[in-house]
């Protein structure tokens, strides 16, 4: 690993500075260093109730600097947030802010997350447009919290904000909304323990409880009531737990401060929005898109084949070459525009270039059938019913999928369509290759003899030697106990390969990714009580089908 030493304000880059910097660009691909920078660490910038936050300025060694950058980060102010985010744009002449959010290193207040980040956002702004090497206009870039500070500023955006690079950034977290469907508990508590957590000076006992924080995360989702499981993980930490737990209703007024939806429709500025197919904020990503489209907003869109994790790691090049280039036309006044509005890489086929998302694609239609098929005939009139039941003691496990963990991604998923407590629907072998780009709708006509009850459904691919792996998640929290319900998946881009099948999953959970029904309409913080629910899905006449955006080609602009 690389990490960038201490400057000071009035020093030059040191020779391993200038090493580091020139190596990152060769192992990125980005555009050679123009230019030195120092660092003025601990510059303290006042909030509007007397509360001081604590920001590194990264100064480049330029008489015509291309602007200024705004990084607003809970996780601390050096590897590898900075290495992303600050030295990179300050060697190419952009003076970076980057700043530790409230109640994080050194920031004074109590972190409390996203509750202060409009507020404080504002007063770092006012702050910035008063410092005498402030070039006039800035920008903000950063990835998953840090992308929310930027919606934050977008609800009002300053007149001085000229551009922003969201990656992988929520604008709404009711619920919480770290996913569709049902409280996304393994996440949710694995970052609570992380904040809870991340501040320990002693680096040994950080170590260990690195190690072992996977497995005893593992027992804490796996245990009930919940929020005493989650509290026995948390210790003291993070104050939040409960109450999250205790407002599952993403319309609670208990989230209106964290859900910034409002700031699709105030920005105007162009902002560039870079996901993953695996990312847990994905959907969020896409409606950012499909909003600020619609409104005429000079929007960019990439997605790659990435998680969360991916984009500070196999992702990043990619990322940080687009928002050089992304910054550079609209802060830095460089010349040109992006090829294309969107930029999607379909899986085992590559980038594509599209106008907008999603593309124009034929429809598929496939119908659930009896005895596990999957097929374009119409079943009879006569056709029975397949059912399951989900038992809440022993729930259906998550397999990979849009997960925070390093689980997440394409993950065989053989077993879990083997199990008991799942349907399984296969098509015949393909015989040509099947681009599937968009977002598939599964169809179903689905009864529950418990009204508490939940749906999670997937497509997967069996491939010509038998193994299967996911492509696209669905799922319903709180399923209606009788009648037809349409699931939209998750968006997908991917070429299914001659000889392979298309699979159909439907189960009643995938636990811990979502928080398990307990069936028995208690709350889920303090329930202990488990009841199972059978399920059925009706087949008769068509009744339950996938429909897929999906043709012999890759659509084109």
């Not at 955006?157 to 619920?175: K, N, R």
């Not at 098929?373 to 397999?399: I, K, M, Q």
Request: proline letters at 9%.
């Amino acid at each position: 690993m690389i990490a960038l030493p201490d400057r000071t304000a009035a020093g030059k880059p040191s020779a391993p500075s200038r090493f580091a910097d020139h190596t990152l660009s060769r192992l990125f691909g980005l555009p050679p260093a123009s230019c030195g920078y120092s660092v003025r660490r601990g510059v303290r910038i006042p909030m509007r109730d007397g509360v001081e936050l604590l920001a590194d300025h990264y100064r480049p060694h330029t008489d015509r600097p291309a602007g200024t950058v705004l990084v607003r980060c809970p996780y601390g102010r050096r590897f590898p947030f900075t290495l992303l985010y600050a030295g990179i744009y300050a060697a190419r002449g952009y003076h970076v802010v980057f700043q530790s959010v409230r109640g994080t290193f050194g920031s004074g207040g109590e972190f409390s997350p996203m509750v202060h980040e409009i507020a404080d956002g504002a007063d770092t702004v006012a702050w910035l447009r008063e410092q005498p090497w402030f070039t006039g206009s800035f920008a903000t870039i950063g990835l998953s919290y840090l992308g929310f500070t930027q919606w934050a500023l977008l609800c009002d955006p300053p007149p001085e904000l000229a551009a922003a690079v969201i990656t992988v950034g929520p604008h709404d977290v009711s619920g919480p909304r770290w996913g569709p469907g049902t409280f996304a508990l393994s996440d949710f508590l694995g970052w609570s323990h992380l904040m809870a957590t991340q501040e320990d000076r002693n680096r040994m006992r950080a170590l260990v409880r690195q190690i072992r924080s996977r497995r005893r995360l593992a027992e804490a989702v796996g245990r009930l009531p919940a929020g005493a499981a989650g509290r026995e993980l948390l210790g003291d930490g993070a104050p939040w737990w409960e109450s999250w737990l205790e407002h599952p209703a993403a319309d609670d007024p208990f989230w209106a401060g964290m859900n910034l939806r409002r700031a699709l429709d105030t920005a105007q500025i162009p902002v560039l929005l870079i996901g993953g197919w695996q990312d847990l904020f994905l959907e969020q990503t896409i409606a950012q898109y499909r909003r600020l489209h619609e409104r005429g907003v000079d929007v960019g869109l990439t997605v790659g084949p990435w998680t969360h994790l991916h984009l500070m790691t196999k992702a990043a090049p990619t990322a940080i070459r687009e928002t050089l280039d992304w910054l550079g036309r609209h802060l830095g006044g460089a010349a040109g525009r992006r090829r294309a509005p969107v930029r999607a890489f379909v899986n085992r086929h590559g980038w594509l270039e599209l106008d907008e998302w999603p593309p124009v694609m034929p429809e598929l239609v496939r119908y659930l059938q009896p005895g596990g098929r999957l097929g374009d005939a119409v079943p009879p009139e006569t056709a029975a019913p397949s059912s399951f039941t989900y038992n809440p003691a022993d729930p259906t496990p998550t397999v990979g999928g849009r997960l925070l963990s390093p689980e997440a991604g394409y993950r065989r998923d053989d077993k879990l369509a083997q199990r008991p407590d799942v349907l399984s629907f296969t098509g015949d072998r393909l015989p040509t290759d099947l681009y599937v780009v968009g977002s598939p709708v599964l169809e179903l006509a689905h009864f529950c003899d418990n009204p508490h009850n939940d749906l999670f459904v997937r497509i997967s691919e069996l491939d010509a030697k038998g193994r299967s792996r996911n492509l696209s998640d669905g799922y319903l929290g709180a399923a209606p106990d009788s009648g037809t319900v349409r699931i939209e998946l998750d968006p997908v881009a991917h070429r299914l390969r001659a000889g392979s099948r298309i699979r159909v999953l439907v189960a009643g959970g995938s636990h811990p990714r979502f928080a398990r029904n307990l069936g028995s309409g208690e709350p889920l913080g303090t329930g202990r009580t488990l009841v199972p629910a059978t399920h059925r899905i009706h087949l008769a006449a068509g009744a339950s089908r996938l429909i897929l955006p999906a043709g012999p080609q890759p659509p084109t602009r």
